[in-house]
């Protein structure tokens, strides 16, 4: 028999997790009176939509602004003069608007925090404070361990007790992931995915990645806003992943039905759908739990198309402008 060869990103995926126990811990933020304003592109942005809503949700007031509107505009976010402590991530730390947005807002006196897979990159010459974690050596373009290993960072900033019970479910909900990924996949060529609170972020990135991965149309919604116009979409060609928000909204299940109603596919996780996956973990680390699991819907999707997610059509590890 022979051994399967992973391709790098694969690998990248499914070794992740003693990667994520290994990971320098990281102490939760004073919960004071400055706003957080957390940071990136891409990948880092979503991320940062994440971690910005878990602080809030403990009690550290938040919000996420992409590298490029913080660098340009801060004041369309944050009134002129307010007290703000700056959270940047950036696996590479070498994202332009990334790094000219940290290196903008030390020149305004504000305080600058870098979550970062890149020890003595740019972003790091401007930050006041750098927390750092490696990531997979044979990780590529697509961003999968460095992901995880910065929304670790990032929830633990926020409190959230990321423990190693909290990766293996994270590692069990792949694995559930994986087993339903291609039937589920099949005929689809729409896929959506809804997630509601710290779970918005996380669907953000969920399309974001099957998109890259596999150069298929993706869409993402705040789970309730998609019967407000984007359900029009949704058919026998749709596939919806819901990440089903901890808190237990009782709508959520309803629009399920309403899509399956219409033809589409569901995968719930954490609720109904027409595949069910059960996330481990306490609600606080649920977007961990789900990170990997949409990380390797991606690579199964290119895997169906024929597609090498080690060389992805038009894209670099490093965007600089
Ligand atoms: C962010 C990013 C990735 C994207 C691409 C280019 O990089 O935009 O999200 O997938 O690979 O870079 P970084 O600032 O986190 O290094």
């Known amino acids: 028999m022979t051994a399967t060869i992973l391709s790098a990103t694969e690998r990248g995926i499914v070794e992740q997790f003693p990667l994520l126990k290994s990971a320098p811990l990281v102490e939760a933020l004073a919960e004071n009176d400055a706003l957080f304003v957390v940071v990136g592109c891409g990948t880092s942005f979503y991320l940062a939509q994440s971690i910005a809503a878990a602080l809030t949700a403990s009690g550290r007031q938040a919000l996420a602004v992409t590298g490029g509107e913080w660098w340009h505009r801060p004041g369309a976010y944050v009134v002129a003069g307010s007290r703000v402590h700056v959270i940047a991530l950036s696996r590479s730390g070498e994202s332009t608007e990334t790094v000219k947005a940290a290196e903008a807002s030390r020149a305004r006196g504000l305080f600058v925090t870098a979550l970062t897979c890149a020890e003595g990159s740019s972003l790091t010459r ?5 927390l750092y974690a490696p990531t997979h050596a044979s990780e590529g373009v697509v961003m999968t361990a460095s992901a995880s290993l910065m929304l670790q960072m990032g929830l633990r900033l926020a409190g959230v007790a990321v423990d190693d019970r909290a990766i293996d479910a994270a590692e069990d909900l792949m694995r559930q ?4 990924a ?24 969920g399309a974001l990645k099957l998109k890259e991965m596999s150069l298929s149309f993706t ?3 705040p789970t309730l806003d998609y019967r407000h116009g984007p359900i029009a ?14 808190d237990g909204a009782g709508e959520e299940p309803l629009l399920a039905r309403q899509i399956q109603r219409q033809g589409g596919c569901v995968i719930g996780i954490g609720g109904p759908g027409d595949y069910t996956l059960t996330p481990g973990g306490a609600a606080a680390v649920r977007p ?21 997610t080690d060389a992805p059509r038009f894209l670099t590890k490093v965007v600089s402008l």
């Open 233 to 246: 979409l949704a058919d026998e060609k749709t596939l919806v992943i819901i990440l089903y928000h901890p």
């Open 288 to 308: 961990l739990v789900c990170l990997p699991a949409l990380q390797i819907l991606g690579e199964r999707c290119a895997l169906a198309k024929g597609l090498d």
């Open 126 to 130: 401007h930050a006041d404070r750098v």
């Open 182 to 205: 291609a039937e589920a996949l099949s005929g689809r060529s729409h896929v959506v995915f809804l997630g509601a609170g710290v779970l918005q972020g996380i669907a953000q990135e």
């Open 219 to 221: 869409e993402a919604y």
């Open 177 to 180: 992931m994986d087993v339903v």
